[in-house]
């Protein structure tokens, strides 16, 4: 089904789903694409993100909602040979904490971190490192 939200000019999410800025993909179908998180909190964090550009998930109809939905949970499975415990979240506004005014949800595997979304300081996933964890989501 072809997404009614046209790709938003300067939008990183955008532009990685129409393979103008590379990722580290993980998965992909016709509405949604799943991608390593470049600063990542965990080992593994992800990021689930519909085709179609909106700012908001109720900017979608149910039918994208439920897509955007069995992908996410596709990628909790995947997360699963990481780790057996994870985060899912979804910022919804500045003042919720959102940066890309793309929806997305974040999957963050758990090690045993006291908090891993407030880490001293985030580093970029270094090329070999994400080679790795794209190799251990990939294909069931």
Not at 65 to 92: I, K
């Amino acid at each position: 089904m072809a997404s009614r939200h046209a790709p938003e000019p300067g939008c990183v999410f955008c532009a990685i789903v129409e393979g103008r800025s590379p990722a580290y993909r993980v998965y992909e179908d016709a509405e949604t694409v799943a991608f390593l998180d470049l600063f990542p909190f965990t080992r593994g964090h992800l990021l689930v993100v519909p085709r179609g550009h909106a700012a908001r998930l109720t900017d979608y109809s149910e039918t994208e909602q439920a897509a955007l939905v069995r992908t996410l949970g596709r990628m909790c499975s995947r997360v699963e040979r990481l780790a057996p415990d994870y985060n899912v979240a979804m910022n919804a506004g500045a003042a919720a904490g959102q940066i890309v005014f793309h929806v997305h949800f974040h999957v963050i595997p758990r090690y045993g971190e006291s908090n891993p979304f407030h880490p001293s300081q985030r580093h970029r996933i270094r090329d070999e490192e994400a080679k790795e964890v794209v190799a251990a989501l990939g294909a069931p």
